[in-house]
């Protein structure tokens, strides 16, 4: 079955440092890849996705390129800043949206 | 984004009552409705898929019985956890969709607390 596997937190860094949240997956098929991202006392929210190999998501500064020969889908931000603290989980579907299977979540800290 | 409510955002019971968990699109009419189920440090795991005025399909290891999901219009959906257990304590999740390969918005939770 399908699974995802991304790097535990909490990940803590300092405003303006670079971010990098691993996040593998298994799949058949060719999946789509998302990163979700949940703000504390919110839903979750669609922060970028990819649909084919070496698509590149991107949004609000952050990117995620879709490697299907590593089968990962890392998150990558150049200088965080405080109000990116939050949640992020990684996910996949193998069916346009339906079934979406979630990583665990990786806390990050943006401290000042 | 599209708005998804949840109500309550936290429950406490004691064991043996059922508990109502409302899952509201707000400004849009959701064809396809989800639930979730969080443990701490854990993936969400899909427990149920619903449909407008069909019966919810529910994954592999879900009791439907005892949780029962509603989905009677296109904007409400509601998870009952019957006959609740401490095992049932968890973080309950949904989500709506307009159907097909429309992305899903999520509601922002309910934390429920059994006794």
């Known amino acids: 079955g399908n699974s995802v596997t991304q790097m535990e937190g909490p990940v803590t860094l300092s405003e303006e440092a670079f971010l990098t949240i691993n996040c593998t997956y298994t799949?058949?098929?060719?999946?789509?890849l998302f990163w979700y991202v949940q703000y504390p006392g919110e839903g979750l929210q669609l922060l970028l996705k990819?649909?084919?190999?070496?698509d590149k998501g991107s949004n609000k500064g952050f990117e995620a390129t879709y490697r299907k020969e590593t089968t990962s889908f890392h998150l990558e931000k150049g200088s965080v800043q405080v109000s990116d603290s939050a949640v992020y989980f990684c996910a996949l579907s193998s069916g346009g949206y339906q079934k979406v299977t979630f990583g665990t979540g990786t806390k990050l800290q943006v401290i000042p | 984004g599209a708005v998804v409510s949840q109500h309550p955002s936290w429950v406490i019971c004691k064991s043996g009552t059922s508990v109502k968990i409302e899952c509201r699109s707000l400004d849009f009419q959701a064809t396809t409705m989800f639930w979730y189920r969080q443990f701490p440090k854990q993936s969400l795991m899909l427990m149920a898929t619903s449909n407008e005025g069909s019966k919810a399909t529910y994954e592999q290891g879900v009791e439907k019985d005892k949780f029962l999901i509603n989905h009677a219009s296109l904007t409400l959906s509601t998870l009952t956890v019957t006959s609740a257990h401490p095992e049932d304590s968890s973080f309950y999740i949904c989500?709506?969709?307009?159907?097909?390969?429309?992305?899903?918005?999520f509601g922002p939770g309910t934390r429920l607390t059994v006794l």
């Open positions: 989500s709506a969709s307009a159907g097909g390969f429309n992305e899903q918005f």
């Open positions: 990819a649909t084919k190999a070496d």
């Open positions: 799949a058949t098929g060719y999946p789509s």
